[in-house]
Nanobody, 121 residues
Framework: VQLQAFGGGLVQAGGSLRLSCAAS????????MGWFRQVPRKVREFVAV????????DYADSVKGRFTISRDNAENTGYLQMNNLKPEDTAVYFC???????????????WGQGTLVTVSS
């Protein structure tokens, strides 16, 4: 499956952004979708994951209550709605897909390119 993430940009602290991850090539609903983020010189970290049909989600503690992961299998697209953004949310955000439901990036077989989110204070 091919993934393309987009929707990043510059936003002020307290603002919102919605990232999208467009998928193609395989049956999207067969894959869980995760979002990860990375800042320079740090390890890429888990943000959120959603199961193939959307019935199960998990979030990193740092984003719980502020971020919402969702998907539209009819549109082959996943989303990450980010509200009340903080400067520490600044990172390159990646979407990923795998047949398993996992929070661990090592298990993801498919990755999109990153999209940069910058939150100014």
């Amino acid at each position: 499956v091919q993934l393309q993430a987009f929707g990043g940009g510059l936003v002020q602290a307290g603002g919102s952004l919605r990232l999208s991850c467009a998928a193609s090539g395989r049956t999207f609903s067969s894959y869980s979708m995760g979002w990860f983020r990375q800042v320079p010189r740090k390890v890429r970290e888990f943000v959120a994951v959603i199961s193939g049909y959307g019935g199960r989600t998990d979030y990193a503690d740092s984003v719980k209550g502020r971020f919402t992961i969702s998907r539209d299998n009819a549109e082959n697209t996943g989303y990450l709605q980010m509200n009340n953004l903080k400067p520490e949310d600044t990172a390159v955000y990646f979407c990923a897909a795998d047949r398993s439901y996992t929070l661990y990036q090592a298990f993801y077989d498919y990755w999109g390119q990153g999209t940069l989110v910058t939150v100014s204070s």
